[in-house]
DNA sequence: TTATCATTGCGTAAATCTTACACATAAAAA
DNA sequence: TTTTTATGTGTAAGATTTACGCAATGATAA
């Protein structure tokens, strides 16, 4: 008994991944960071493994930091993915030619073969504080506008679209904005920001009325000049009214 | 680099396993499934592994039926655990005992200096359906009232804590009741049902009109007899209309 | 220099949704 | 037969959301 036991669980050891979304705001557009594996034109979301002693939590801040430098940046576990073939969703065929091409030959009979469960994070980070940086399987990143995500291994495009619905989640009961902005911005961006995350339009009279109703932000005496326009009003995040709301929660209803 | 790199995933290589929080709702009580370990005092979560060729949605209704032989139920992924101590908030000296208790001591070694990832589902049972069944480890299963579920091995306090917080996020974006109360059942039941879950009081007329206006619900002509007062009409779900709310979302903003 | 254009700041009315509450009625218990 | 308890139904007040008007400002074009 006890060594079937031990024979069972060695059986069910799995290979466990993280896999991260990380999403930027910029030129007002929603973006997502993309890698594409070595010598290849497969695109794939950023992830690594988990260290003994890491938690997950641990692991995906450690592998945001290696993609971008970024630390202490909104990062939030959304879903598992275990289906028995995601790694499959290609054609068996065209997987191992493209691991083989980034990995060599003595890798991908394992990663194939063996089953993946991974832990899916999604990030929000300033766009213009990325100093993003490739790994081991792959040499290129690249900024993507999300309606512009190609064709992604693996189950990549699932994930993304599960990213994007948590966070579509979340901005309707936690505000957001606090790591996708910089420091300083109008009320019209803001109101962008939201736009794009929810692919939706407001009455920009009533988006600012709910806004400034949570009680995070600060208006500057500043204004933006440069446009072809009466000069909007810069804001700031009170950080500890925002983190407080965050705590709390807010109810974007529109 | 061929070799390193395999080298590193043999080291990373996790157990990963799933726990189960089942929800069950009898006597105008929300309750859980607890199960104790062989020869011990400590409960836990029913839980298991994955198998090779298994999804790990799977691999949860397969748990979930062999723990209390129903299909096709309610069952949603809400949040994987990894912290790595989550295996030692209890002593290690205590958990060693118990688990040695139960398995045998061949097995806890491996079991406390091994990380596990756990993937936590939630499940709504129809109570009166259930025949709840013991496992390996275990030999004894009870159905708790949530506030006195006791200290639970491992990190499952944490589990049930969330998975309830899971369950209230849902009830608020998608009906509830289709598999947590009998075929046929009365508005003030269904209303008992949700004031459990939610733990705060309804006013029971808001609440009907609330809830009729889902169109999810069939107002039967029998009443349900017996009780000191006039007899409430019975209703049931029309099963089409309520996987469409399922899909479609409601606001349950009282 | 001045008029025009695009967009912002600010405010109010209408519509909708949520909450509070009242009275008649039925089934069992006294 | 009367009392007790809880149900069935409806309406008004309050709060929130939505729709929309108009004056003001900064850049640009005339």
């Known amino acids: ?44 979301l950023p992830g690594g493994r988990i260290y003994k002693e890491e938690s997950t939590d641990d692991a995906a ?53 063996r089953r993946v469960v991974s832990i899916g994070y999604f990030a929000l980070v300033e766009f213009d504080q990325v100093q993003a940086t490739a790994d081991w399987y792959t040499d290129e990143f690249r900024w993507w506008e999300i309606p512009d995500v190609p064709k992604l291994l693996f189950d990549h495009n699932e994930m993304v679209v599960r990213a994007l619905h948590a966070l579509r989640q979340q901005i309707r009961n936690q505000p957001v904005g606090y790591n996708l902005l910089p420091e300083k911005f109008t009320m019209p961006e803001l109101q962008r920001l939201y736009e794009t995350i929810l692919d939706k339009q407001f009455d920009r009279r009533n988006f600012q009325k709910l806004l400034v109703s949570y009680d995070i932000l600060e208006k500057l005496d500043e204004k933006r000049t440069g446009g072809a326009n009466k000069s909007p009003f810069l804001y700031r995040f009170n950080k500890s009214k925002y983190e407080k709301a965050m705590i709390d929660g807010v109810s974007f209803a529109m």
Do not use: P
């Open 61 to 113: 801040n450690r592998i945001l930091k290696e993609r971008t430098g970024l630390t202490d940046i909104f990062l939030q576990q959304y879903y598992t993915f275990g289906n028995a073939n995601r790694l499959t969703h290609l054609s068996k065929q065209d997987l191992m030619e493209l691991l083989e091409l980034a990995l060599g030959k003595d890798y991908f009979h394992d990663k194939i073969n």
């Open 1 to 44: 008994m006890e060594r079937s036991l031990k024979e069972h669980f060695e059986q069910t050891l799995q290979e466990v991944s993280i896999d991260c979304a990380i999403f930027g705001f910029h030129a007002g557009e929603l973006k997502i960071l993309l890698l594409r594996w070595k010598g290849t034109d497969g695109w794939s």
